[in-house]
């Protein structure tokens, strides 16, 4: 099973900042099927990012994700004060998948 | 647009069965893989199972292999989860998600909470 293991923790920024949130895996990603989510307090999660750098749809620009193999990153330009929740990296391999442990993402 | 409606949650003792029931809506259901996801009280997020489109496959996370099992009834657009054996570490809120691009999940139900407790 890859693990998937997000850094940091927390990260305490202010809006208009910018942010930048690691995932890495245990071993390589397989087609780089890694996600990015973000979810707010009391609600599902919603897609960010597919494939390590696809905006989902309706997700704006200043939302982006970078990476392979082993060592992704979630980029979010310009912070916004909807942005401050909880991220979680997840990826696809042999018809299993798997959740990294998230970033509380926090206003400073 | 789009939309998953979970149902079936509650409180139950250990040992008990319960059966989670999805509503989809908005797109076409029987093209679409469909997972359930859930979400220990204050924990992160843990996949639980998928089934294909056609309810011909399905898998499981090793933590529920044989005591859950995932299906679907693409006539009434429903997805289910039967949780047998249920145990307290079971407690959580589960979600419905349909499968997305590069094996991402692109739309979630507002998740039902399952309290295992005697």
């Known amino acids: 099973e890859v693990v998937l293991t997000q850094s940091p923790g927390t990260l305490s920024l202010s809006p208009g900042e910018r942010a930048t949130l690691s995932c890495r895996a245990s071993?390589?990603?397989?087609?780089?099927?890694l996600a990015w989510y973000r979810q707010k307090p009391g609600q599902a999660p919603r897609l960010l990012i597919h494939r390590a750098s696809n905006r989902a749809t309706g997700i704006p620009d200043r939302f982006s994700g970078s990476g392979s193999g082993t060592d992704f990153t979630l980029t979010i330009s310009r912070l916004e004060p909807e942005d401050f929740a909880v991220y979680y990296c997840?990826?696809?391999?042999?018809?299993?998948?798997?959740f990294g442990q998230g970033t509380k993402l926090e206003i400073k | 647009q789009v939309q998953l409606v979970e149902s079936g949650g509650g409180v139950v003792q250990p040992g008990t069965s319960l059966r989670l029931s999805c509503a989809a809506s908005g797109f076409t259901f029987s093209i679409y893989d469909m997972h359930w996801v859930r979400q220990a009280p204050g924990k992160g997020l843990e996949w639980m199972a998928v089934i294909s489109y056609d309810g011909r496959n399905e898998f499981y996370t090793d933590s529920v292999q044989g005591r859950f099992t995932i299906s679907r009834d693409n006539s009434k657009n429903t997805l289910y989860l039967q949780m047998n054996s249920l145990r307290a570490e079971d407690t959580a809120v589960y979600y419905c998600?349909?499968?997305?691009?590069?094996?991402?999940?692109?739309?979630w139900g507002q998740g039902a909470l399952v309290t295992v407790s005697s």
């Open positions: 998600a349909r499968d997305g691009s590069g094996w991402s999940h692109d739309y």
């Open positions: 997840q990826q696809y391999g042999t018809s299993s998948y798997t």
């Open positions: 071993q390589s990603v397989s087609g780089n099927y």
